[in-house]
């Protein structure tokens, strides 16, 4: 599904990614764990477009997307959400999902329905999305008036309605609590069983291991280690990358 | 009674200078090319009229196209830059523009005197209103039929998915592109349309002023073209009617009695609206507000439809 190519991001003199290759397979949930500054965030930004890579390659179905624009990677089916949230906090919820709206039913309305029509047919797949992120009751309100854990699910729910084949979620549990987790975790293996690939970047580390089939690992902007949870948890490279390696042993 | 045809003429006017610069202003972009696109129609329509001797409409569409094709070419070096960069470039195009036509002579010779646009003394004998026995009501109802049909089309595209786009841009570019939204192509429609409307504002006001000149399409025009929507707000094209009405009936014209403090009365006034009003006269509260008061009277059980009944 998305394989990296030796993927390398310089900002200045830090290497923020250093010839990174990963390859994520087409339905699994694939986790990217590493401290603070070690370049998950990047790789993210990488994969969607929001910058230029320095070098290497990003291939999504076997295709080379590096030198597309956001947008247009987005109609290839890479959506995200982001660390910190961003919404448009001035456009009710349904707005929200209303601009990011990109079914293939929705484009052959043609231009002008598409652009100057109502809502119409948008309405019903939004509708459902909706209640699949437990926001049904909420459709009318301004975005920037929701609650901290109602904007990270109209996140999940934008990055949802543009139809992705790749869903890339950075952070999407910072700042939750344990119930709101649970029902994350609960979203996310819905969205795999619908044929969704996830890269799923997170601290929350229990989320992690509990919902991901593979993990890889990174340190500095490289990768130390991949496996399945269990692998990745009982490695000494990880564990000395989190915790620091013990100078007298 | 004409002193009140004519302020009504130049709210009308300035209505769609206001709402060419409420369009580029939702994707979150602040042009200062406004009174460019504006002349560039004033010119085109009168010189339509006048030298080529057509009627007002097609000259008015043609013009509005001139000034939309510019708006667009533009569009896409100058959006390239943001916030105050942005800002630079347009006013440096609006200058270009206005010195452009501080030099622009081109003036033909129609039996004893020569017309046309002469440079430094502007563009004289703009007559095609008075040539066609046109009265100041008659050109009043034409200026608002314009004026109508722009405010509907935009209220039209505020409530489509195209105007719910152009606010996405406007909030967010990063979060837009990330919502598969082409930001660039959104922007330079923006400007475009907003391009278009200025030009038929322009084309409109060398008709009814009849003499027009570069000075009058300055700094000064370009910034009353943006404080109108901002001030106004930008949750509904009304908020840039109130504004105008505000800024030209009640601002200039109703503080005329004060004479030089008018000035200073102006800029205060301004300040206080903005300070209490920081999303525009109308924002999106007051419309939401709107909206209940219209639910709330619709319901069965309110107090006031039984007291109708």
Known sequence: ?249 | MDFYLGLAQIVGVHTLLGLSAYCVLLTGQVSLAQAGFFAIGAYVAAMLTVLAGWHIVPALAAASLVAGATACAVGFPALRVRGLMLVVATLAFGEAVRLFFFNFDYQVAKGEVKIGPAGGEGFRQIRFFPENGWSTLDVLVFIWVFVALVMTALWWMDRSRAGAVLRAVGEDEVAAQSAGINVTAVKVSAMTVGGFIAGLGGGIFAHYTAHIEHAQFGVALATFAIAYPILGGLSSVFGTLIAVVFVQAFLIEGLRFLGDWRNLLFGGLILFAMNVRPRGLIDAATIAAVKRMRIRNREPGNARTQGAE
């Open chain 1, 1 to 249: 599904m998305l394989e990296l190519k030796a993927l390398s991001k310089h900002f200045g003199g830090v290497r923020a990614v250093d010839g990174l290759d990963l390859h994520v397979r087409q339905g699994e949930v694939f986790g990217l764990i590493g401290p603070n500054g070690s370049g998950k965030s990047t790789v993210v930004n990488l994969v969607c477009g929001l910058f230029p890579a320095t070098a290497g390659q990003v291939l999504l179905r076997g295709e080379d997307i590096t030198g597309l624009a956001s947008h247009v990677r987005v109609a290839r089916g890479v959506t995200r959400t982001f660390q910190n949230i961003r919404l448009f906090g001035q456009l009710s919820v349904w707005q929200n999902l209303w601009v990011a709206q990109n079914s293939t039913e929705h484009r052959s309305e043609g231009i002008l329905r598409r652009w100057l029509g109502g809502p119409g047919r948008a309405r019903e797949e939004i509708d459902r999305i909706l209640e699949f992120s437990d926001l049904s009751g909420k459709r009318d309100e301004l975005a920037g008036n929701l609650a901290f854990g109602e904007q990270r699910r109209l996140e999940l729910a934008r990055a949802i309605v543009a139809k992705p084949v790749l869903l890339l979620l950075d952070e999407p549990a910072a700042g939750m609590n344990a119930e709101e987790i649970d029902q994350l975790d609960a979203r996310i293996r819905k969205l795999k069983q619908d044929g969704l690939t996830v890269l799923l970047i997170e601290h929350h580390m229990e989320l992690v291991m509990a919902v991901t089939d593979r993990i890889a690992v990174l340190n500095f902007g490289q990768k130390i280690a991949e496996g399945t949870p269990d692998e990745v948890q009982t490695n000494r490279l990880v564990q000395e990358a989190y915790l620091g390696v013990a100078e007298a042993a």
